[in-house]
């Protein structure tokens, strides 16, 4: 270094700062040999070291002329060398800024080397810059800019074939990934990018993306996968020395134990990272150390140790003048603080982080801080300033640019409105966290992500469906109660429906292959549908979700590219929801209403839509007052708002309220007493044992049975040895299954009964359904499985229902998986529950049911078949005694070939999908059952094998109109809170059935034959699906031995009609 030319340059820089305005040209002529590339280096030293402390002007002065000498030593009137040098220095200096904070000058200078980069055509300068300006974007809280910048940096990358740069690209479009809330694609970016780093033997850069991986594990709550990772980053910083890598990896992997609650082990790794930090005097790792010590202690509850390593951490950060830093360690004293519930001291802490973070124009750290300071205003009490600070939140975080805030801030706007009973403000806050759940959901590569994120959140919707609803607004009301509803399904008729287009662009063409391969994967079947080759061709569990993370991965960037170029093609890869006015045209004519049911946590909603015709024509005297009610939230009621003229009624929406019947109440009762008791029937070897044994159903792990002994494995890894036969222990078995059977089918009527008069179905029925002939019902949740036809309209149950409550026994065998026999051939119901005229919903209207309008409308929009050609697969295992007639006079009434005619042997998983190909009507005859452990495995059991779910979901038939599944338990399944409903009905909707009939339990082989052959008479006299399957259910009603709901009620249409 030329001690003597720093000098000089230290002067003339004093005299710029010393003279008058405008002298400034002059001081540099008579210096002009001094105007070169390395002035600029030493202003910038000078700028941070010596024009502080008071000296801001001139700072800034300084800065500018910085900035205003580096234009003119790199413009093009300047030779190459000398641009050349000048832009590296622009480029170092402006890295300087950046780690003190200021994000917004190192942009600006940036900005310009990427210019001049481009212009001397030098790709490592022009690489360096792009990657520098997605660090700042990213510092600055601007993920989708940055991720703009570092893909840019990834292009030049590649086509220079500089690998450490596109692995460490990759790396940082991970971090850009992980911000936004889409955690598996940057995993995917992260293992890209660790996979380049060992292929090259770039240690540092593989430890970078192992560590990487670790917290985004953690953030996706996989916290056993994150420590893995962690660990082995932790490994090779040790390997190769790298002392600042190591603690870095002992830090992360203090963070994984914190999220798994091992709160000591974490404690004792931050200290570990804290004291390579002080040995190797790296001062911003050292307060980051006693930082994530503050976190932890905050999580034992510790909060004045948490608050002593903060405030150590705040120190650091100020001394080394990292800005950023700094605001982070005084938004967690805030945190702190709030946790010990010393909120004013929260609050300040707030407001210093939060000028910090203008100051450096961090908009994501603005944002959080917002929402934290009006978490402490809320607690003191202080709405105004609370709604004030969400709301500022709001203004900042998009739900495009900010998900994961947005959806923090716009729900806790939304409850301090809605504990108010401000409730169209509650909806300016849930309206854009829904919005940005939403794209976080579609976004994520996973269905596990994308369900866990709905179950999340499903709150957000229960509380605006119930705002709208307290507005009288219950078109918005049913808008958002179909947006939360049956999302998986949605995703997959989407897909197929995108599919059935002609003229497809090639980047759409591409995306839809892509979620081809993702589908055949995620189904774990192959490509060609052929089951019998699953266990040969499929891989591990992991390496198949590995392979859907990476092709969902190319499948969302091939979206985003998308997106950039053509935003209303993108929209439509993505199911829209509904709105209210296409939900009517589901409608068909003024006798059809929908009706739709929604549980919030306390009470259930009953949306009854019309069609849009029919509005003005019921009279208000129908409400049973004569007059509109006072106020639009009347519990226990018909809920309206009428418009004008007090003699017609002007909505084509209503809301019925079942108060106090919700989720804690009514759907919970009906997973109790009719789902749970159903569901019993299979798992009887259980209920033996627990008698047997004396012990809870919990306790029991594994039973496993042999020739010679029945071994019982328990949860507490004891194992015990019953004292009885195999053979012995299968006739118990049987005995309890009979019993259980019987249980549930005895107490089918009694809970019917209660549930139509919780659902107060007379009320509703006399308020609102006096003119209709047909009901589309959307239920919700438990309901699903509820069978409507048979609800009594106007029940009393009797005072003591254990005593008077029929006692049936089945006659025949089930058409069910299990294959068990119920011998009660002279058996007969007693008489049933006393119902006034013994009228069920079924006497009054047609039914369908649907499992939400979304499903709905896809079926709508398939085009109509008018052919009528017909397939039949019948009794493929050969053991039911009474579907050969039921098929044979099918056949015969449609004259059906026996090439479309599948029996027993013939009816192979191969042929039966080939046959649902050529047929526009199938009638499929045989055994199947639902799988409540794992949906997707649901089956039909065919001659070879079982045809389940997960293949019925990759299947195409575009030409079935009809389906009548003449099986067990094909519309049967246990509702999640996300009210996906998976059953083997839905997936022949999937796969382009218009309509499916189908089963809600296991039905008996005797009553089921009757029923098809009615059903079938019917439909050939020209009736719709649903008006022969009620005319079937009333005319199976009138032989004595199937006049029970068991034997006519457990068939349901679903679909078109």
């Known amino acids: 270094m030329n001690l003597e030319r720093?000098?000089?340059?230290?002067?003339?820089?004093?005299?710029?700062?010393?003279?008058?305005?405008?002298?400034?040209?002059h001081v540099l002529n008579d210096n002009w040999e001094l105007v070169e590339p390395e002035l600029l280096q030493t202003m910038a030293w000078v700028v941070e070291f010596g024009a502080g402390n008071g000296r801001t002007n001139k700072a800034n002065f300084l800065r500018n002329l910085l900035l205003q000498l580096g234009e003119y030593l790199g413009s093009s009137q300047q030779p190459q060398t000398i641009r050349k040098e000048t832009v590296d220095t622009l480029l170092d200096i402006g890295i300087r800024w950046d780690e003190t904070s200021q994000f917004t000058l190192a942009l600006q200078v940036w900005q310009y080397t990427l210019t001049i980069y481009r212009e001397i055509k030098d790709c490592q300068g022009e690489a360096h810059s792009l990657g520098c300006l997605g660090n700042a974007y990213y510092s600055l809280g601007q993920y989708k800019q940055a991720i703009e910048y570092w893909q840019q940096y990834l292009t030049i990358a590649r086509e220079t074939k500089d690998c450490q740069g596109e692995a460490n690209s990759l790396n940082n479009l991970g971090l850009a990934y992980r911000y936004l809330g889409q955690y598996e694609g940057a995993i995917e970016y992260h293992k890209q990018s660790l996979t380049i780093a060992r292929k090259i033997k770039y240690h540092q850069g593989e430890a970078n993306s192992l560590n990487n991986l670790g917290i985004a594990y953690v953030f996706l709550g996989?916290?056993?996968?994150?420590?893995?990772?962690?660990?082995?980053?932790?490994?090779?910083?040790?390997?190769?020395?790298?002392?600042?890598?190591?603690?870095?990896?002992?830090?992360?992997?203090?963070?994984?134990?914190?999220?798994?609650?091992?709160?000591?082990?974490?404690?004792?790794?931050?200290?570990?990272?804290?004291?390579?930090?002080?040995?190797?005097k790296d001062r911003k790792g050292e307060a980051n150390s006693v930082n994530e010590l503050g976190i932890a202690y905050c999580y034992l509850g510790q909060y004045e140790e948490a608050i002593e390593y903060l405030q150590q951490s705040l120190a650091i950060k100020r001394k080394i003048k990292d800005h950023q830093g700094e605001a982070t360690s005084l938004g967690n004293l805030g945190n702190a603080y709030f946790f010990l519930g010393q909120c004013r001291q929260a609050i300040e802490y707030h407001q210093q982080s939060l000028a910090i973070k203008r100051e450096i124009k961090n908009r994501k750290g603005e944002a959080i801080s917002l929402d934290s300071l009006g978490n402490a205003h809320r607690e003191l009490g202080q709405t105004k300033e609370a709604i004030e600070a969400f709301q500022a939140s709001l203004t900042i975080a998009t739900p495009e640019t900010m998900p994961d805030t947005c959806t923090l801030a716009g729900r806790n706007l939304g409850n301090i409105h809605f504990s108010l009973g401000n409730w169209e403000l509650a909806i300016t806050?849930?309206?854009?966290?829904?919005?940005?759940?939403?794209?976080?959901?579609?976004?994520?590569?996973?269905?596990?992500?994308?369900?866990?994120?709905?179950?999340?959140?499903?709150?957000?919707?229960?509380?605006?469906?119930?705002c709208y609803i307290n507005l009288g607004q219950y078109e918005k009301a049913l808008e958002y109660a179909e947006r939360s509803r049956s999302r998986f399904l949605a995703d997959l008729f989407h897909n197929k429906y995108l599919y059935s287009k002609g003229d497809i662009p090639p980047q759409v063409q591409e995306y839809l292959d892509l979620q081809q391969q993702i589908d055949s994967l995620r189904f774990n079947s192959p490509s060609n549908g052929m089951m019998g080759e699953s266990s040969s061709t499929s891989t591990s569990t992991e390496a198949k979700l590995e392979k859907i993370r990476q092709l969902g991965a190319t499948k969302q960037q091939?979206?985003?590219?998308?997106?950039?170029?053509?935003?209303?093609?993108?929209?439509?890869?993505?199911?829209?929801?509904?709105?209210?006015?296409?939900?009517?045209?589901?409608?068909?004519?003024?006798?059809?209403?929908?009706?739709?049911?929604?549980?919030?946590?306390?009470?259930?909603?009953?949306?009854?839509?019309?069609?849009?015709?029919?509005?003005?024509?019921?009279?208000?005297?129908?409400?049973?007052?004569?007059?509109?009610?006072?106020?639009?939230?009347?519990?226990?009621?018909?809920?309206?708002?009428?418009?004008?003229?007090?003699?017609?009624?002007?909505?084509?929406?209503?809301?019925?309220?079942?108060?106090?019947?919700?989720?804690?109440?009514?759907?919970?009762?009906?997973?109790?007493?009719?789902?749970?008791?159903?569901?019993?029937?299979?798992?009887?070897?259980?209920?033996?044992?627990?008698?047997?044994l004396n012990c809870k159903l919990e306790d029991i792990k594994t039973i496993e049975t042999n020739d010679t002994a029945v071994l019982v494995i328990l949860k507490d890894g004891s194992q015990e040895t019953l004292n009885i036969t195999p053979q012995e222990f299968l006739k118990q078995t049987s005995q309890k299954r009979d019993q259980l059977q019987k249980e549930w089918q005895n107490q089918m009527q009694p809970t019917l009964a209660e549930l139509s008069q919780r659902l107060q179905l007379q009320e509703l029925i006399d308020n609102h359904l006096q003119d209709i002939e047909e009901l589309i019902i959307v239920p919700h949740l438990h309901l699903h499985q509820i069978p409507f036809a048979a609800l009594p309209i106007s029940p009393k149950v009797a005072e003591n229902p254990e005593t008077t409550a029929p006692v049936l026994q089945t006659a025949g065998k089930t058409r069910d998986y299990r294959n068990f026999d119920i011998d009660t051939s002279d058996t007969i119901p007693t008489t049933p529950i006393n119902i006034d005229n013994n009228e069920y919903l079924s006497d009054r209207f047609r039914i369908r049911v649907v499992p939400s309008c979304q499903i709905l409308d896809f079926?709508?929009?398939?085009?109509?078949?008018?052919?009528?050609?017909?397939?039949?697969?019948?009794?493929?295992?050969?053991?039911?005694?009474?579907?050969?007639?039921?098929?044979?006079?099918?056949?015969?009434?449609?004259?059906?070939?026996?090439?479309?005619?599948?029996?027993?042997?013939?009816a192979t998983i191969a042929n039966y999908l080939k046959l649902a190909q050529q047929v526009n009507i199938l009638h499929s005859s045989h055994h199947a059952s639902s799988d409540l452990s794992n949906a997707l495995e649901s089956g039909l059991r065919l001659s070879d094998g079982t045809l389940d779910l997960a293949n019925l979901y990759i299947q195409s038939f575009p030409q079935l109109s009809e389906v009548f599944l003449s099986c067990c338990e094909t519309n049967f399944t246990v509702s999640e809170i996300t009210d996906d409903v998976l059953t083997l009905a839905g997936g022949f909707l999937t796969a382009g059935a218009r309509s499916v009939v189908s089963t809600l339990?296991?039905?008996?082989?005797?009553?089921?034959?009757?029923?098809?052959?009615?059903?079938?008479?019917?439909?050939?006299?020209?009736?719709?699906?649903?008006?022969?399957?009620?005319?079937?259910?009333?005319?199976?009603?009138?032989?004595?031995?199937?006049?029970?709901?068991y034997y006519w009620a457990a068939f349901v249409s679903q679909g078109e009609r």
């Open 558 to 692: 091939i979206w985003e590219n998308i997106r950039r170029e053509n935003k209303e093609l993108a929209a439509r890869l993505q199911p829209t929801p509904l709105s209210f006015q296409q939900m009517q045209q589901l409608i068909p004519d003024r006798k059809t209403a929908l009706i739709n049911f929604y549980s919030a946590e306390e009470d259930t909603f009953i949306f009854i839509l019309r069609h849009p015709d029919a509005v003005g024509e019921i009279p208000l005297t129908s409400l049973g007052t004569g007059e509109i009610p006072p106020t639009p939230l009347c519990k226990g009621g018909l809920e309206t708002l009428g418009k004008g003229s007090l003699e017609t009624w002007e909505r084509s929406v209503a809301c019925y309220t079942c108060e106090g019947e919700g989720i804690k109440n009514l759907q919970n009762w009906v997973k109790q007493t009719w789902l749970y008791s159903y569901t019993k029937i299979k798992f009887p070897k259980w209920f033996v044992i627990t008698q047997l």
């Open 222 to 280: 996989q916290y056993e996968r994150a420590i893995e990772h962690c660990q082995q980053s932790l490994t090779i910083a040790k390997e190769i020395k790298d002392r600042p890598g190591e603690s870095y990896g002992l830090g992360n992997l203090g963070i994984a134990y914190l999220s798994l609650g091992w709160y000591e082990g974490a404690i004792e790794y931050l200290q570990q990272s804290l004291t390579i930090a002080k040995e190797i």
């Open 6 to 25: 720093v000098q000089a340059r230290l002067q003339l820089i004093d005299k710029l700062l010393n003279c008058k305005s405008g002298e400034e040209n």
């Open 1001 to 1045: 339990w296991s039905v008996q082989d005797n009553s089921t034959a009757e029923f098809c052959q009615l059903y079938y008479q019917f439909r050939n006299q020209g009736e719709t699906s649903p008006e022969a399957l009620r005319k079937a259910q009333f005319e199976l009603r009138k032989i004595p031995r199937f006049n029970h709901p």
């Open 859 to 906: 079926c709508h929009q398939r085009e109509p078949i008018e052919t009528k050609t017909v397939g039949i697969v019948e009794n493929a295992t050969g053991d039911l005694h009474f579907t050969p007639e039921e098929c044979r006079k099918l056949a015969q009434l449609y004259k059906v070939p026996p090439e479309r005619h599948l029996k027993e042997k013939q």
């Open 429 to 466: 806050g849930y309206e854009p966290a829904i919005e940005a759940i939403e794209l976080t959901r579609n976004s994520s590569l996973t269905d596990d992500r994308r369900k866990q994120i709905l179950k999340d959140n499903l709150s957000a919707y229960a509380q605006i469906v119930q």
